[in-house]
């Protein structure tokens, strides 16, 4: 049981981390939308260019469950409290669903093809992402290409033309969809099996 709260522990961490940088992107995908659609016209270029190339939250999040798999395949699992046995269910159906729903999200944007590449043009020519790719990667950087690059004016009209604003905000409902899904499944339900393994933890 002991191994058990340690991973549990750990994904904790991982979790809350998670939360800390999607919020932070999700806080600047709002201001994006908001310069869109005219709520907050007064947010500086240089700024603006900022949010978009730091609003989409990309990382992974790398849940453990090595050692809930074990004590399933080796009938553990059947040994711990009904209450500790139904939390842990529905923690692993929250990874479960959350998995299906937001494995491809973000590439079904990305590699949209049924439109002439119109989203794969739309996130070039605001520089969407371009930061990540270089983060992640130690090759040069590819440039956008000069057909894409806009100037403050272009970029501007871009962000409030109505199907830009349209695409950003579906991408916006899934980010902020995952960060509660975050929030208040995984991890409401890991805290909650942290504190049921440490009350059967105390009786013994």
Known sequence: MLALKDELITNKKKLEDYVIGIHNSNVK????????????????????????????????????????????????????????????????????SREMFFENADMNLLTNENDNNRVAKLITSLSIIQEYQEKFSDLDPVPIHPEFKKNDAELIDLVKAPDTCITLYKWYRTKITDESWIKRGLLDYTNMSIELIGKELRKQ
């Open 29 to 96: 995908f709002n201001k994006v939308l908001q310069f869109s659609v005219g709520a907050n016209p007064e947010v500086p270029i240089d700024s603006l260019r900022q949010y978009l190339t730091e609003m989409i939250f990309l990382y992974a999040l790398p849940i453990s469950n090595t050692v809930q798999e074990e004590a399933i395949a080796s009938g553990k699992f059947k040994l711990l409290s009904d209450s500790l046995k139904q939390t842990i269910s529905k923690l692993r159906d929250n990874v479960k």
